[in-house]
């Protein structure tokens, strides 16, 4: 959830670092710092708050240092303050370090170094960390031939818990060591100068050719090398990838906000999902997939697990696997997943959503299900990423950068894909005729024209949306698919405008929901399926008649029946509505969040790589 740079090279570390933390303010954070390698010393400076805060501090100093380590902290151990912000320093300011993750057994550590002398600053976990290589330093190293690899690795070796990891040394000014465990770390290339990152867009102005470091792996890197090393510290070799995302694609391009920008750029990502798989030849879609009919035949069920907007985009899979090649799907959400024994075996197909590729319980999710003998089967948004490694079979969104916190295309392009992913399935099956996927691709490649549709008219959105705006509660009502689609836009509500809502399936309403509807109460209504028309009307018909007012999203041809708000959208074939109907959800999210002068893009106390449990 903390974002990470570093750079090593000839220029001056410190606007990069700057930059770096500025294309990170996604993740979520409280507070920054950074630190750079000056005059044989490492020079500090952090603050709670912004990055912008963190900047008018550095930017008078003009630090020279062309090494330097940065860090955005989101809040575990300590409150947001100017103590508790990463870069920490052991006591004798020899080594500094910046952490990303939780270690569970710094209190042990803690009162080992306070028994052998060491002082404390901050509440933090990570202070232990620089302290404790320092330790190793000292104590038990001398033998080695690279002392700073082998103190850190020593160091590291007694953490519990996940963590990504740089360390610099005025003892060792020409290089950075790096390690990580269960949180993400890449490293950029470039000539005569490297750059390190939690996540890519961080320092995607920089290179397109990257590292993607693997558990339990240590980097060691100067500013012309790289040297990879393995958790016994043998040295091997790793080769690079080439990430061919356009840096502009990163920036808002003129818009206000990136979710706004976001919004309107699915169209594109769609158009794009769609090319590279329907471009495959003789119509397999997915290349590197070998699924037999034999083994999908044998499979008991199919596990779809991921959280929040993954999950939701999930819900919509299941309904299409299940629709379209009859096979049992169960959605569940990560962090649970592993908790409640789940029954997995070979006869389980396991499929893992997430777009960052980091979710922490996803991951964890994705080993148990390995260790029982599934297949395992990723979808992802960023190439090289912990999940991808881990899974038996990848298949890429190809969504480009998502920098806002609440996720809009991301989860338009995992919709469209896993819809994609299950006409392939039926395919090998054949549990549906030829015909019919014909008519199913027709549809899904008309789709990103539809969206532009949608998006050429939002007046009805904003209108609402400033009639909404400053009420407490709302409900979501949808039935079958439209219900995963209820889910989604109450999610995004809560997300950016921080106000209370409830999604229910429709037919659930007169089992408790109904008692809490009363006058003035907003309940937005999703219809899109001919064959449930009637009986979704009656439900709306029952929130009006208790004063409620009312918007639905609907591509059918409805009576008024004293509804409030009607937004039409194109007709499509009811398993791809949820890719259009989300659409007017999304910007009323948007519009209410932006009538209330909310940051949309990094809401509170949110991140958008939840890389810790």
């Not at 912008?52 to 860090?71: D, E, F, R």
């Not at 500013?223 to 061919?244: A, G, Q």
Request: glycine share 6%; proline share 4%; with cysteine.
């Amino acid at each position: 959830m903390c974002g990470i740079v570093g750079y090593i090279g000839n220029k001056k570390a410190a606007p990069i670092l700057l930059e770096g933390l500025s294309a990170l303010e996604y993740r979520g954070y409280d507070s920054a710092g950074i630190a750079v390698l000056e005059n044989n010393k490492i020079i500090t400076k952090k603050d709670k708050g912004r990055v912008s805060n963190l900047a008018s501090i550095v930017t008078p100093c003009n630090l020279k240092g062309s090494i330097g380590i940065a860090h955005t902290r989101w809040a575990t151990h300590g409150i947001p303050s100017m103590e508790n912000s990463h870069p920490h320093l052991d006591n004798s300011s020899s080594f500094g370090v910046v952490h990303n993750g939780i270690i569970e057994n710094y209190n042990d550590i803690k009162l080992f170094l306070i028994e052998n002398g060491y002082n404390f600053l901050s509440q933090t976990d990570t202070e232990v960390i620089p302290n404790l290589i320092h330790y190793h330093f000292k104590n038990t190293v001398s033998n080695y031939q690279d002392k700073f690899l082998a103190s850190v690795k020593s160091a590291v070796s007694e953490l519990k818990g996940s963590y990504a990891i740089e360390v610099i040394s005025p003892l060792f000014p020409d290089k950075i060591i790096v390690v990580r465990k269960d949180s993400p770390l890449v490293i950029g290339i470039a000539n005569g100068e490297n750059y390190i990152a939690s996540d890519i867009p961080a320092i995607l102005p920089y290179t397109k050719n990257f590292y993607f470091l693997d558990d339990n792996e240590f980097a060691v890197i100067s500013k012309n090398t790289v040297k990879f090393y393995d958790n016994n510290l043998l040295e091997h070799k790793k080769e690079t990838k080439l990430i061919n995302w356009d840096a502009s694609s990163a920036g808002k391009n003129g818009y206000d906000d990136y979710m706004l920008k976001e919004i309107y750029e699915q169209p594109d990502v769609i158009a794009e999902t769609i090319k590279t798989r329907f471009s495959m030849p003789n119509n397999n879609y997915f290349d590197n997939l070998d699924f037999s009919k034999e083994y999908l035949e044998s499979l008991n069920n199919i596990y779809i697990v991921a959280c929040g907007t993954a999950m939701h985009a999930g819900l919509v899979g299941k309904n299409v696997i299940e629709n379209l090649c009859r096979i049992p799907v169960e959605v569940d959400i990560a962090s649970e997943f592993r908790y409640r024994n789940p029954i997995v075996n070979d006869k389980t197909l396991c499929i893992y959503i997430s777009q960052s590729g980091e979710t922490a319980d996803t991951i964890a999710a994705l080993k148990l299900a390995k260790s029982k003998g599934a297949k395992t089967l990723a979808i992802s948004n960023v190439f090289g990423s912990s999940i991808t490694r881990e899974a038996d079979y990848t298949i890429y969104t190809h969504a480009g950068p998502e920098i806002a916190v609440a996720s809009t295309k991301a989860y338009s392009a995992q919709v469209i894909l896993i819809t994609i992913f299950a006409m392939y399935l039926a395919e090998v099956l054949g549990t549906i005729s030829s015909e019919d996927i014909s008519k199913l691709k027709l549809e899904i490649t008309e789709l990103p024209k539809k969206l532009e549709t949608i998006l050429n008219d939002t007046t009805q959105i904003k209108k609402f949306a400033k009639i909404v705006c400053t009420e407490k509660d709302m409900f979501f009502l949808g039935r079958n698919i439209d219900y995963c689609t209820a889910l989604e836009g109450s999610l995004k509500l809560k997300e950016i405008s921080y106000i209370h809502s409830e999604a229910y399936a429709s037919g659930e309403l007169k089992h408790g929901p109904i008692a809490l509807i009363e006058n003035g109460i907003t309940v937005i209504g999703i219809i899109t399926n001919p064959e449930l028309v009637e009986k979704s009307l009656s439900n709306i018909q029952e929130v009006i008649t208790r004063g409620a007012k009312t918007l639905v999203i609907t591509n059918q041809s409805l009576p008024n029946n004293n509804i409030d708000n009607i937004i039409k959208i194109p007709e499509t074939h009811p398993l791809l509505a949820p890719i259009l109907s989300i659409i007017p959800l999304q910007l009323l999210s948007y519009y209410i969040a932006k009538s209330k002068e909310l940051d949309v893009d990094k809401p509170r106390n949110l991140a958008k790589s939840v890389t810790v449990e």
